[in-house]
């Protein structure tokens, strides 16, 4: 799960796709990146471990790291909250490594090309509207992510 800062969107997204994915009884892992190393080893935004902890998730034990090359071998699926962070995504893939980049509302909506909107500078009712994206996102994407690996 990647955004411009992973405090905000991408910490968020890890949280929640790992807990419906444990609440499937799902032995896979997540984790988040982001593509500026701005905060590097810092917690998720305040307002993020908040809206988190309004709907029973922990996520302020996550610490903020830049994506590296490295994370295109080591996981299946990169996925980016908006298209800035697709296009940086994209310049530092490794060839092989394009083809496992995906949009998070892509799993909504498929070829809308729609944004997980960057909540940093406004309130706390961005982030609640944000978390909502993403609890529906990640449940869409277990959807499809299950059915794939049930069909092969
Ligand atoms: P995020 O939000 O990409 O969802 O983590 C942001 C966090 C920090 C900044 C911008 C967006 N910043 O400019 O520092």
Redesign the pocket.
Known sequence: MV?????????LAEGIAGQLAVERGLDWVFDSA?T?G??DGNPP?VRSIRVAAQHGLDISRQQ?RKLVPQDYHDFDLIIA?DSE?MQNMTKIAPPDGRAKLRMMLDFVDPGMNAQVP????GGDDGFLH?YNLLLDACSAMLDELQGETQAT
């Open positions: 955004c411009l800062g992973n405090i905000c969107r991408s910490p982001s500026s701005w905060h935004d903020s909250m962070n960057d909540p940093y500078l944000v």
